[in-house]
């Protein structure tokens, strides 16, 4: 079966030009060796390269590939666990990252090297020695210098030479040319290359040595001025700046120059607010910009109109998400602009306000995210994850404010998809622990949610010495709140290990000590867990304190809330003899888990949903599930024994299965469950047809629905044999073209070869003449 193709490369937003020898290169490396790297100056086009050379190689990774951005990083701890995040692995670890490798024919994408470079050498040399089917991409100014490491220096766009003759059609001849031109187009329309304009335009990429962000960012001032104008301005910049940097390799002094260039052209509210902007790490929304970039020559209500100016001018760029509207910069710009801030005092100032503007942040979602906005808080705090690190890093940097780091990383506490990982949390805990050992209650705070961390890890030994001195800190201080907190998760570490009814006495005391507090997401929590314990106690109190929380949840609107609590109510009416009604209650559950994107309810979810139509003599389907359940498991790391309140229920629906169904036939269905994708799982529970099984082909009799009329044409071309060149020549079109169609084809019928279109094509053909 045709496996679907999986990643997160994103969808190219503008043209592709040129790059043609560098394409074919890159791929035949990555088919020789094990790893390429793509060297050259900031701006070069080293990071679009890597992610069209992944795109075009698609078909031959199977297993997926995926774009390890590691600009926002600060601290080198987080390498693996971000390599780990994107592609699934949620144990940050290098062993189990390995593990996850281990098998999968897939292609890692690591771009911006450069600042952790050893890291990335060890870490890319373990992980190729480990998985002999990964192949990796990187991108750096240097190489790595990892064993066996094929390098590839990314030149400038092709240019014609300074004693050339300039033709006409100069677009057609020279990448530079055609990319400016391209993008010019799209802010001026009607735009070309003609005889009048090639000389000056040709002039203009050559100073410019073909650095398409050079380019790019020149394209951009054709909105207001003749490219005779812009090399006017250009040459009197070059002659400036080439004096104060002569250390620099051309195309890197003629790269800053432009950059300078562009600052120079902004105003000064600008030029401020650019340099503010660099505080950011990983993009910001306006409401941030206004927070922390007001203020000392920039009003809050001229923020908006300072930011849409940056946003013309090319510095910042604009990304529209379901949240709102966000601003990204690239990070060449970025670290210009904190380069222009020379008084340290300043950048102080500056990091201070971005800091306290995250733990703002933090705090907010941690007091309000118990209700409507629940959603919204948890894309949110994803979000600003690179934001929140950065202020992390520089809390425990600064002497004397790690005691900011010990609020941010507690008050993430109850958003558990908040970190990457729960090992996340615990880095910035531990560290920030550490550092401020002084008696306060952030860290007697800190304790008991490093301690919930740790637990959810699957390390109950770590836990308890942190309980331990998260109670006598808030004993010692008199702080309630703390002391409710403690009591909360000494109770959820009892629920861990199975023990019932010391879980039952510690949560149902968690409760009212929250209530009493006026902590109602704090109470929720706890009370979601003491429905937990009463269900597998056999508790009679069990069905109140269920509908208790969903009734509560749903009052406040609490999506992800209200999918556990559906669980847990779910959980109860089949412990009690229920499975009719318990079955819609727990697909009820399922298909919010999905649209909170919680892989780890979802896996809970199927777990239910098989010991529920276990019962119910479905004993196939049943079988089918926790292969299911089980696939969800490893795909996020993980399994039930980490989980002991809920792996007693599994194998004795385990055993009773493989009993009735026999072995093999146990097997079967378990093994069925288990090779199918997420969205396949789900469909499956819920018994709901999906659009299409995933990876298997489209049916022979209907291959020409999906695809359009040039598609069509093309591929009955592909059918009689044609290549790529010939289907061009035939058709009057680009070569690029018309392998573009051809790639299409292939996707949208997921096929693997010309000769299955061939195949289908005829098979097509021969119905027509029946």
């Known amino acids: ?114 600042h952790l470079l050893n890291e990335c050498a060890i870490l890319a040399g373990k992980l190729l020695s480990a998985a002999p089917e990964l192949r990796i991409l990187a991108t750096s100014r240097q190489s790595l210098g990892v064993q066996s490491e094929h390098l590839l220096e990314v030149p400038p766009l092709t240019v014609p030479g300074a004693d050339e003759t300039v033709l006409a059609d100069a677009e057609a001849h020279y990448e530079a040319v055609r990319l400016f031109a391209d993008r010019v187009a799209a802010v001026v329309p009607g735009f070309t290359v003609n005889e009048a304009n090639s000389g000056a335009v040709t002039q203009l990429c050559r100073r410019l040595d073909g650095i398409p962000l050079a380019i790019e960012l020149a394209a951009v001032r054709m909105r207001a001025l003749s490219v005779d104008q812009i090399l006017d301005r250009l040459n009197d910049r070059f002659q400036l700046l080439s004096k104060g940097h002569m250390v620099a390799v051309p195309r890197q002094r003629t790269l800053q120059t432009l950059v300078d260039w562009s600052h120079h052209l902004c105003s000064p509210e600008e030029r401020t607010l650019w340099e503010r902007l660099s505080v950011f790490s990983g993009g910001c929304d306006l409401e941030a910009v206004e927070e922390v970039c007001s203020g000392d020559g920039i009003t809050r209500e001229d923020v908006l109109h300072v930011l849409t100016e940056l946003v013309d001018k090319s510095i910042l760029r604009r990304k529209t998400q379901s949240s709102g509207m966000r601003y990204e910069m690239l990070e060449t710009l970025r670290q210009y602009g904190w380069e222009r801030i020379a008084d340290p005092q300043q950048r102080t100032a500056l990091r201070l306000r971005h800091r306290d503007w995250c733990r703002d942040l933090a705090a907010r979602a941690e007091a309000e995210w118990f209700g409507e906005h629940q959603m919204e808080w948890l894309v949110r705090i994803r979000q600003e994850q690179a934001n929140v690190r950065a202020a992390l890093e520089f809390s425990l940097s600064e002497p004397g404010q790690a ?48 301690a919930w961390l740790v637990l959810l890890q699957g390390d109950p030994l770590a836990a308890r010495p942190l309980l331990r001195e998260s109670r006598a800190l808030a004993e010692q201080l008199g702080d309630e709140a703390q002391l409710a907190g403690t009591v909360h998760i000494t109770g959820f570490a009892a629920l861990l290990a199975g023990d019932f009814a010391r879980a039952y006495t510690l949560l149902e005391d968690a409760v009212a000590r929250r209530r009493a507090l006026g902590h109602p997401g704090h109470a929720w929590v706890a009370l979601f867990q003491l429905s937990i314990a009463a269900v597998l106690l056999g508790d009679d109190r069990s069905t109140a304190l269920c509908q208790e929380a969903l009734e509560l949840s749903r009052r406040v609107n609490a999506d992800w809330s209200v999918s556990y609590a559906l669980w847990v109510t779910a959980l109860d009416r089949w412990r009690r003899g229920d499975p009719g009604s318990a079955l819609p209650m727990m697909r009820d559950a399922l298909r919010l888990k999905l649209r909170c994107n919680d892989h780890l309810g979802i896996a809970q ?48 629906c385990e055993a009773r299965l ?73 058709l009057v079109i680009a070569q690029r073209t018309a392998e573009g169609h051809v790639e299409n084809i292939l996707r949208k019928l997921s096929f693997t070869s010309r000769s299955q279109v061939a195949k289908a094509w005829s098979s097509r053909q021969r119905a027509g003449r029946q």
Not at 423 to 446: D, F, M, N, V, Y
Not at 634 to 646: D, V
Not at 700 to 708: C, M, R
Request: with cysteine; aromatic share 4%.
């Open 403 to 450: 005691w900011a780091a010990l609020e941010i990383a507690a008050a993430m506490w109850s958003h558990r998809l908040s970190w990457s990982s729960p090992s996340e949390g615990h880095h910035w805990l531990e560290r920030a622990l550490a550092q401020e050992p002084g008696p306060s209650a952030a860290r007697a705070k800190a304790l008991w949610v490093d």
């Open 1 to 114: 079966m045709t496996r679907r193709h999986t990643g997160n490369l994103p969808a190219e937003l503008t043209s592709f030009v040129g790059r043609r020898h560098e394409l074919a290169e890159t791929k035949r490396l990555l088919a020789a060796g094990r790893m390429v790297t793509l060297t050259g100056p900031g701006g070069v086009g080293k990071t679009r390269l890597a992610m069209r050379v992944a795109a075009e190689m698609s078909r031959v990774f199977p297993d997926g590939m995926w774009l390890i951005d590691l600009a926002p990083l600060t601290a080198e701890e987080l390498l693996t666990e971000t390599i780990g995040e994107t592609i699934g692995c949620h144990h940050p670890d290098v062993a189990s990252l390995s593990e996850h490798l281990l098998g999968k024919r897939l292609l890692l994408v690591l771009d911006n090297c450069e």
């Open 658 to 730: 493989r009993e009735s169904l026999r072995e093999e036939a146990f097997t079967a269905a378990f093994t069925y469950g288990s090779e199918l994708t997420l969205d396949q799982a789900v469909a499956h529970a819920l018994e709901e047809k999906p659009s299409r099984e995933a990876g298997s082909a489209q049916p022979e009799s209907d291959v020409a629905s999906v695809l359009t009329r040039r598609e069509r044409e093309i591929a009955e071309l592909v059918a009689r044999g044609l290549s790529n060149k010939q289907i061009a020549e035939t």
């Open 605 to 652: 979810c199927l777990e239910g949903l098989a010991w529920i139509m276990a019962d119910q003599q479905r004993d196939k389907r049943a079988a089918q599930l926790l292969g299911a359940a089980q696939m969800v498991w490893r795909s996020i790391e993980t399994s039930l024994s980490g989980l002991g309140h809920l792996a007693g229920l599994h194998i004795l």
